[in-house]
Protein backbone atom coordinates (compact mmCIF):
# COMPACT_ATOMS: atom_id res chain seq x y z
CA UNK A 1 0.00 0.00 0.00
CA UNK A 2 0.60 3.51 -1.07
CA UNK A 3 -0.71 6.97 0.24
CA UNK A 4 1.92 9.28 -1.92
CA UNK A 5 -0.32 12.37 -1.95
CA UNK A 6 -3.19 11.00 -0.25
CA UNK A 7 -4.33 12.51 2.64
CA UNK A 8 -6.13 10.95 5.98
CA UNK A 9 -7.43 12.35 8.86
CA UNK A 10 -7.44 10.81 11.85
CA UNK A 11 -9.86 11.44 14.86
CA UNK A 12 -8.87 10.36 18.57
CA UNK A 13 -5.29 10.22 17.48
CA UNK A 14 -3.70 10.86 20.94
CA UNK A 15 -3.75 7.29 22.32
CA UNK A 16 -5.07 3.86 21.50
CA UNK A 17 -6.18 2.96 17.90
CA UNK A 18 -5.95 6.25 16.76
CA UNK A 19 -2.27 6.31 17.74
CA UNK A 20 -1.64 3.02 16.11
CA UNK A 21 -3.24 4.11 13.10
CA UNK A 22 -1.62 7.31 12.73
CA UNK A 23 1.86 5.60 13.40
CA UNK A 24 1.12 2.40 10.45
CA UNK A 25 -0.19 5.59 7.64
CA UNK A 26 2.55 7.41 8.82
CA UNK A 27 4.78 4.13 7.02
CA UNK A 28 3.24 4.62 3.98
CA UNK A 29 4.19 8.10 3.09
CA UNK A 30 0.67 10.17 3.29
CA UNK A 31 0.07 13.35 4.56
CA UNK A 32 -1.75 12.43 7.90
CA UNK A 33 -3.95 15.26 10.09
CA UNK A 34 -4.39 14.46 13.51
CA UNK A 35 -7.19 15.37 15.73
CA UNK A 36 -8.10 14.88 19.33
CA UNK A 37 -8.33 17.41 22.33
CA UNK A 38 -4.85 16.62 23.93
CA UNK A 39 -2.48 18.48 21.98
CA UNK A 40 0.47 17.55 24.26
CA UNK A 41 -0.80 13.59 23.30
CA UNK A 42 -1.27 14.72 19.90
CA UNK A 43 2.68 15.73 19.79
CA UNK A 44 3.76 12.57 21.64
CA UNK A 45 1.74 10.86 18.80
CA UNK A 46 3.46 12.52 16.02
CA UNK A 47 6.98 11.75 17.55
CA UNK A 48 6.44 7.93 16.98
CA UNK A 49 5.59 8.55 13.44
CA UNK A 50 7.55 8.14 10.53
CA UNK A 51 7.52 11.09 7.81
CA UNK A 52 6.71 14.09 10.31
CA UNK A 53 6.77 17.02 7.94
CA UNK A 54 4.00 15.18 6.54
CA UNK A 55 2.14 15.21 9.87
CA UNK A 56 0.24 18.28 10.93
CA UNK A 57 -2.25 18.74 14.06
CA UNK A 58 -5.86 19.93 14.75
CA UNK A 59 -6.93 19.96 18.04
CA UNK A 60 -10.88 18.96 18.11
CA UNK A 61 -13.30 18.53 20.44
CA UNK A 62 -15.79 16.14 19.30
CA UNK A 63 -18.49 17.69 22.18
CA UNK A 64 -18.10 21.07 20.58
CA UNK A 65 -20.30 20.63 17.72
CA UNK A 66 -20.59 24.19 16.40
CA UNK A 67 -16.69 24.02 15.80
CA UNK A 68 -17.09 21.33 12.84
CA UNK A 69 -17.06 23.86 9.81
CA UNK A 70 -14.13 25.41 10.79
CA UNK A 71 -12.19 22.66 11.82
CA UNK A 72 -12.83 21.05 8.45
CA UNK A 73 -11.76 24.17 6.71
CA UNK A 74 -8.22 24.33 8.78
CA UNK A 75 -8.31 20.66 7.94
CA UNK A 76 -8.30 20.82 4.10
CA UNK A 77 -6.53 24.15 4.46
CA UNK A 78 -3.23 21.84 5.24
CA UNK A 79 -2.45 19.51 2.07
CA UNK A 80 -5.47 21.24 -0.09
CA UNK A 81 -7.19 17.69 0.19
CA UNK A 82 -8.38 14.73 2.27
CA UNK A 83 -8.94 11.77 0.48
CA UNK A 84 -10.24 9.71 3.84
CA UNK A 85 -11.60 10.37 7.20
CA UNK A 86 -11.47 8.24 9.91
CA UNK A 87 -13.55 8.76 12.81
CA UNK A 88 -11.93 7.02 15.73
CA UNK A 89 -12.40 10.06 18.36
CA UNK A 90 -15.09 8.39 21.33
CA UNK A 91 -15.77 7.39 24.58
CA UNK A 92 -16.71 4.24 26.38
CA UNK A 93 -18.60 3.38 29.92
CA UNK A 94 -18.65 0.83 32.39
CA UNK A 95 -21.86 1.06 34.78
CA UNK A 96 -25.18 -0.40 35.10
CA UNK A 97 -28.65 0.76 33.32
CA UNK A 98 -30.03 1.72 36.73
CA UNK A 99 -27.61 3.29 38.22
CA UNK A 100 -26.84 5.43 35.40
CA UNK A 101 -27.66 9.01 35.19
CA UNK A 102 -29.27 10.79 32.41
CA UNK A 103 -26.54 13.23 31.75
CA UNK A 104 -23.66 10.13 31.22
CA UNK A 105 -26.03 8.82 28.66
CA UNK A 106 -26.44 12.22 26.48
CA UNK A 107 -21.93 12.45 27.08
CA UNK A 108 -21.90 9.57 25.37
CA UNK A 109 -24.14 10.43 22.61
CA UNK A 110 -23.28 13.56 22.06
CA UNK A 111 -19.16 12.66 21.71
CA UNK A 112 -19.71 9.05 19.92
CA UNK A 113 -22.83 9.61 17.78
CA UNK A 114 -23.50 13.25 17.42
CA UNK A 115 -19.82 14.22 17.61
CA UNK A 116 -19.05 11.57 14.49
CA UNK A 117 -22.13 12.80 12.54
CA UNK A 118 -21.42 16.28 12.80
CA UNK A 119 -17.52 16.30 11.72
CA UNK A 120 -18.48 13.81 8.54
CA UNK A 121 -21.61 16.25 7.90
CA UNK A 122 -19.12 19.27 7.98
CA UNK A 123 -16.60 17.42 5.64
CA UNK A 124 -19.50 15.26 3.34
CA UNK A 125 -19.95 18.66 0.89
CA UNK A 126 -16.25 18.57 0.14
CA UNK A 127 -16.29 14.89 -0.90
CA UNK A 128 -19.72 14.83 -2.83
CA UNK A 129 -18.22 17.46 -4.64
CA UNK A 130 -14.87 16.12 -5.44
CA UNK A 131 -16.78 12.84 -6.23
CA UNK A 132 -14.46 11.08 -4.31
CA UNK A 133 -13.88 10.32 -0.35
CA UNK A 134 -13.84 7.39 2.21
CA UNK A 135 -15.02 7.64 5.64
CA UNK A 136 -14.21 5.31 7.94
CA UNK A 137 -15.73 4.68 11.20
CA UNK A 138 -14.73 3.36 14.70
CA UNK A 139 -17.57 1.52 16.09
CA UNK A 140 -17.35 -1.76 18.17
CA UNK A 141 -18.72 -5.78 18.75
CA UNK A 142 -20.96 -3.50 21.16
CA UNK A 143 -22.45 -1.22 17.92
CA UNK A 144 -23.72 -5.15 17.17
CA UNK A 145 -24.91 -6.62 20.25
CA UNK A 146 -25.46 -5.13 23.43
CA UNK A 147 -23.72 -6.30 26.72
CA UNK A 148 -23.73 -5.92 30.51
CA UNK A 149 -22.19 -2.59 31.79
CA UNK A 150 -21.94 -0.92 28.54
CA UNK A 151 -25.97 0.21 27.60
CA UNK A 152 -24.76 4.04 26.55
CA UNK A 153 -22.25 3.09 24.99
CA UNK A 154 -23.44 -0.13 22.72
CA UNK A 155 -26.83 2.27 22.13
CA UNK A 156 -24.51 4.95 20.71
CA UNK A 157 -22.58 2.73 18.47
CA UNK A 158 -25.18 0.99 17.12
CA UNK A 159 -26.74 4.32 16.14
CA UNK A 160 -23.55 4.87 14.05
CA UNK A 161 -24.31 2.04 11.88
CA UNK A 162 -27.96 2.80 11.37
CA UNK A 163 -26.40 6.43 10.23
CA UNK A 164 -23.81 5.18 7.88
CA UNK A 165 -25.87 2.72 6.13
CA UNK A 166 -27.83 5.36 4.63
CA UNK A 167 -25.12 7.74 4.05
CA UNK A 168 -23.36 4.73 1.94
CA UNK A 169 -26.53 3.76 0.09
CA UNK A 170 -27.09 8.27 -0.14
CA UNK A 171 -23.66 8.73 -1.73
CA UNK A 172 -22.77 5.58 -3.55
CA UNK A 173 -22.94 7.39 -6.58
CA UNK A 174 -21.28 10.69 -5.34
CA UNK A 175 -17.85 8.50 -5.24
CA UNK A 176 -17.88 8.38 -1.54
CA UNK A 177 -17.06 5.02 0.40
CA UNK A 178 -18.05 4.10 3.96
CA UNK A 179 -16.18 1.37 6.09
CA UNK A 180 -17.52 0.49 9.81
CA UNK A 181 -14.54 -1.26 11.62
CA UNK A 182 -16.11 -3.08 14.91
CA UNK A 183 -12.74 -3.57 17.64
CA UNK A 184 -13.55 -6.36 19.84
CA UNK A 185 -11.09 -5.92 23.27
CA UNK A 186 -8.21 -4.36 22.28
CA UNK A 187 -5.48 -3.72 24.41
CA UNK A 188 -5.73 0.46 25.25
CA UNK A 189 -6.57 2.64 27.76
CA UNK A 190 -10.14 2.66 26.84
CA UNK A 191 -11.59 0.73 29.99
CA UNK A 192 -9.87 3.29 31.99
CA UNK A 193 -11.20 5.98 30.64
CA UNK A 194 -14.54 5.10 30.58
CA UNK A 195 -17.33 7.32 32.47
CA UNK A 196 -18.86 5.47 35.64
CA UNK A 197 -22.48 5.77 36.50
CA UNK A 198 -21.80 9.23 37.46
CA UNK A 199 -19.66 10.35 34.69
CA UNK A 200 -16.09 10.27 36.40
CA UNK A 201 -13.22 8.59 34.97
CA UNK A 202 -12.80 4.81 36.08
CA UNK A 203 -9.44 4.67 36.08
CA UNK A 204 -9.89 0.76 36.09
CA UNK A 205 -8.09 -1.32 33.30
CA UNK A 206 -10.32 -4.32 32.35
CA UNK A 207 -8.72 -7.86 31.96
CA UNK A 208 -10.71 -8.74 29.05
CA UNK A 209 -9.08 -4.73 27.64
CA UNK A 210 -5.63 -6.11 28.89
CA UNK A 211 -5.68 -9.52 27.22
CA UNK A 212 -6.71 -8.02 23.81
CA UNK A 213 -5.60 -7.84 20.47
CA UNK A 214 -2.90 -4.96 20.35
CA UNK A 215 -3.19 -1.79 19.03
CA UNK A 216 -0.68 -2.21 15.96
CA UNK A 217 -2.34 -5.23 14.76
CA UNK A 218 -5.80 -3.81 15.01
CA UNK A 219 -4.29 -0.94 13.09
CA UNK A 220 -2.73 -2.58 10.48
CA UNK A 221 -6.44 -4.47 10.05
CA UNK A 222 -8.07 -1.54 9.60
CA UNK A 223 -5.89 0.20 7.78
CA UNK A 224 -6.49 -3.39 5.25
CA UNK A 225 -10.42 -3.12 5.49
CA UNK A 226 -10.33 0.64 4.34
CA UNK A 227 -7.47 -0.39 1.82
CA UNK A 228 -9.91 -3.19 0.33
CA UNK A 229 -12.87 -0.81 0.98
CA UNK A 230 -14.72 -3.28 3.18
CA UNK A 231 -18.42 -1.95 4.29
CA UNK A 232 -17.88 -3.86 7.72
CA UNK A 233 -15.37 -5.40 9.39
CA UNK A 234 -14.89 -7.20 13.09
CA UNK A 235 -12.01 -7.41 14.87
CA UNK A 236 -10.86 -9.05 17.75
CA UNK A 237 -10.33 -12.07 18.90
CA UNK A 238 -13.06 -14.88 19.46
CA UNK A 239 -15.67 -12.15 20.77
CA UNK A 240 -16.56 -11.77 17.59
CA UNK A 241 -17.95 -15.33 17.31
CA UNK A 242 -19.99 -13.23 19.42
CA UNK A 243 -22.18 -11.76 16.43
CA UNK A 244 -22.93 -15.19 14.61
CA UNK A 245 -24.50 -16.33 17.99
CA UNK A 246 -26.54 -13.55 17.65
CA UNK A 247 -27.72 -13.69 14.58
CA UNK A 248 -28.30 -17.42 14.24
CA UNK A 249 -28.89 -18.43 17.81
CA UNK A 250 -30.56 -15.37 19.11
CA UNK A 251 -31.75 -17.39 22.20
CA UNK A 252 -28.27 -18.92 23.23
CA UNK A 253 -26.65 -15.70 23.06
CA UNK A 254 -29.31 -14.06 25.27
CA UNK A 255 -28.46 -16.40 27.71
CA UNK A 256 -24.88 -16.43 27.04
CA UNK A 257 -24.49 -12.76 27.59
CA UNK A 258 -26.16 -11.97 30.77
CA UNK A 259 -23.14 -14.25 32.17
CA UNK A 260 -20.57 -12.97 30.13
CA UNK A 261 -17.53 -11.71 31.68
CA UNK A 262 -16.95 -8.28 29.99
CA UNK A 263 -14.52 -6.80 32.51
Not at 14 to 33: C, F, K, Q, V
Not at 151 to 179: M, P, Q, W
Not at 236 to 251: C, D, H, Q, S
Request: glycine residues 6%; charged residues 25%; aromatic residues 8%.
Amino acid sequence: MDYTDKTIWITGASSGIGRALAIEYSTLNGNLILSARNEKALEETKELCSNKKNIKILILDLADHESFSQKAEEAKAFFNDIDILINNGGISQRSLVNETILSVDKKLFDINYFGTIGLTKALLPYFINRKAGHIAVTSSLTGKFGTPLRSSYAASKHALHGFFDSLRAEHHDDGINVTIVCPGFINTNVSINALDENGNKREIMDNATKNGLSANVMAQKYIKAIHKNKQEVWIGKKERIGVYIKRFFPILFSNMIRKANVT
